[in-house]
């Protein structure tokens, strides 16, 4: 079955710390692959997407991820992290063929940024 | 505001009444989708429909729940003698896709919460 698996449910850090959320999802194929996050009391909101090319890809806020086809991963990082990136975290995976448009989510990854 | 509007915000019920939300798009998109979130999980995908046509249902969507969109533009989920289990946020969220190109995205609105008592 087609799943997406997020192993850090809370993360707590103090600001200037790196980040690093993990994501994998259950198996391979074509897939797209997705961060949404969602600040405390709004709408999700898309922080970066991979499709095809570069596996590493940079998003808003200064957020990167990279695809490792090899580990079913697409692991989530910022170098330095600010209290007013404190939010719920997800990943979600669009599996091909491209007919059905499905996003699967993660169960989401709590991230606290202390001063 | 160009983004998604749900309406309404919030909504309390008792337990066997019927509700009904609704989701307007994006003006330019075709595709529109509801997902269900409870707390400490991810959203889980619903349906999702190209204009007016309702491609995928999942099976969490059961005979109680139904989903319209009239002329693709605006869409409603109704949910029939509602229970407990039903309390969740849905969400709406639209995007411009077709099949075998890429879809750039979605873009969610704010949800709609749901209390059921």
């Known amino acids: 079955a087609q799943s997406v698996s997020q192993h850090n449910h809370h993360v707590i850090l103090s600001e200037a710390a790196s980040l690093e959320l993990g994501c994998n999802y259950s198996y391979g194929g074509t897939v797209n692959l997705f961060w949404y996050v969602q600040y405390p009391g709004q709408h999700l909101q898309l922080l970066l997407k991979y499709f095809s090319g570069d596996p590493l890809v940079k998003g808003i806020k200064g957020f990167e991820a990279e695809f490792i086809k090899s580990k079913f991963s697409f692991n989530l990082r910022k170098p330095s992290v600010q209290w007013s990136d404190t939010a719920e975290y997800f990943c979600a995976v669009i599996w091909g063929p491209r007919n059905t448009d499905k996003l699967i989510f993660g169960t989401g990854t709590r991230l606290q940024v202390f001063p | 505001d160009t983004g998604v509007s749900q309406d309404p915000r919030h909504k309390i019920t008792k337990r066997g009444q019927n509700v009904t939300f609704r989701c307007d798009p994006i003006s330019e998109h075709n595709r529109l989708y509801w997902y269900r979130q409870t707390l400490g999980q991810g959203p889980e995908f619903l349906t999702y429909f190209q204009n007016e046509a309702q491609l995928e249902k999942s099976r969490l969507l059961s005979d109680r729940f139904s989903a319209e969109r009239p002329k693709g533009s605006f869409s409603t989920l109704e949910i029939q003698r509602t229970e407990q289990g039903d309390s969740a946020m849905y969400l709406c969220?639209?995007?411009?896709?077709?099949?075998?190109?890429?879809?750039?995205?979605?873009?969610f609105g704010s949800g709609t919460r749901l209390t059921v008592v």
């Open positions: 969220a639209s995007s411009f896709a077709w099949t075998g190109v890429q879809n750039y995205g979605y873009t």
